[in-house]
């Protein structure tokens, strides 16, 4: 309520809340009780009004008593025949009128010193500090105050148009987990917690230990020894010709435990090993030692021994070495698509026979005419 005007009279006349004493004068702002005006007055009568003076710039004595001077009105009926300066206190909208001669104009008068501040109430209580709940995938641990991502509750992505890695971060991953390998330049995942695959930069293939006893260790080049269920066992390779090349699986990529299983690098890096042995440099090419099965050496073999290089030193360092395989098998004339060789011995020919050429122990004056 605004600009409300209150004149002395009969104190069981005062409005309802409102008190007199001591024949004091309070001018309010509004219901509220904020006070902005008092005038303590003497001599004071029935009907006595307060008159501001433009002059001093004061409020002072009006009429009283009689009933002559300013008028002053309180109620929801505007005035008859009001005289200029009579007021009128409209309860309807709580407003304070004067009469200027043609019609009651709202008057808000001079704003008086403000008053005293208050004290200070009383602090209330402390609101909630940070996450006080949280809903699935996100969860939120009150104890200690951390928010974390329960991938358990994730069944599925859907709509997502990429998904941007840290390329900065140097994360190892563990089983299941994908993250970027700067050192590559590419995805890596986590396989078994030891080996961590390049995507698109290399091939592993999952095998399974024949030995019981012995455990096959990383940087073994290993063949094929037969198959358990769904995964192939293989063994040190041995390629002084007593085998197939073709048997040739790969290069062990970590240890794999006796009767245990692990990964076999067939193109790609094998990281972490022995490569500063005498005559191995940066480049040079590697092959299967046919004197030790697994064993790789800086010297190519001679026949029959397998012959083809399955790898390329990249660092040469007594622990932290690196290979890059490919681990492609020699080929020998046994395994040629147009050659068919039937026990084959000292001084043995090949003839071709319209379709193949095969092994003959001798040549006839027809096979040397063409006839």
């Not at 990964?263 to 940066?282: C, M, P, R, S």
């Amino acid at each position: 309520m605004e600009n409300k005007f209150l004149f002395y009279q009969a104190v069981s006349a005062l409005p309802e809340g409102l008190s007199l004493s001591d024949y004091e004068w309070n001018f309010y702002k509004d219901n509220a009780g904020k006070q902005i005006l008092t005038v303590t007055l003497t001599d004071v009568q029935d009907g006595q009004t307060l008159v501001y003076d433009a002059a001093s710039g004061q409020w002072i004595n009006g009429a009283g008593g009689g009933g002559t001077g300013v008028n002053v009105t309180v109620g929801t009926v505007e005035p008859t025949s009001p005289t200029t300066g009579d007021i009128w206190f409209d309860t309807t909208d709580d407003t304070l009128y004067l009469f200027d001669g043609t019609v009651f104009a709202a008057s808000v008068g001079p704003v008086g010193p403000k008053g005293d501040t208050g004290d200070t109430g009383a602090t209330g209580p402390p609101g909630p500090t940070g996450v006080v709940a949280a809903t699935l995938p996100i969860t939120y641990d009150s104890g200690t105050e951390t928010v974390a991502f329960d991938n358990t509750a994730v069944g599925s992505l859907t709509g997502i148009d990429y998904i941007g890695f840290d390329v900065d971060a140097a994360h190892n991953p563990a089983p299941g987990q994908i993250s970027w390998d700067a050192s590559f330049e590419t995805l890596m995942i986590g396989l078994d917690g030891a080996v961590n695959l390049q995507i698109g930069q290399e091939h592993v293939v999952r095998v399974k230990n024949q030995s019981n006893t012995t455990a096959i260790q990383d940087g073994v080049a290993v063949m094929v020894a037969g198959a358990t269920g769904d995964t192939i066992v293989v063994t040190p390779a041995l390629s002084n010709g007593s085998y197939d090349s073709y048997l040739l699986v790969g290069i062990a990529t970590e240890t794999i435990d006796p009767d245990g299983f692990g990964f076999v690098t067939q193109f790609g890096f094998v990281n972490g090993i022995k490569t500063d042995y005498a005559g191995w440099q940066l480049g040079s090419q590697l092959y299967m030692d046919p004197t030790v099965p697994g064993a790789l050496t800086h010297i190519q073999p001679v026949s029959p021994a397998w012959r083809r290089s399955i790898a390329t030193v990249t660092r040469v360092q007594q622990n932290s070495g690196r290979i890059f395989v490919r681990a492609i098998p020699s080929t020998n004339i046994n395994n040629l698509d147009d050659v068919i060789v039937n026990t084959a011995a000292d001084g043995d020919f090949l003839v071709y026979n319209g379709s193949s050429w095969v092994n003959r122990p001798s040549l006839t004056w027809g096979d040397l005419s063409g006839a």
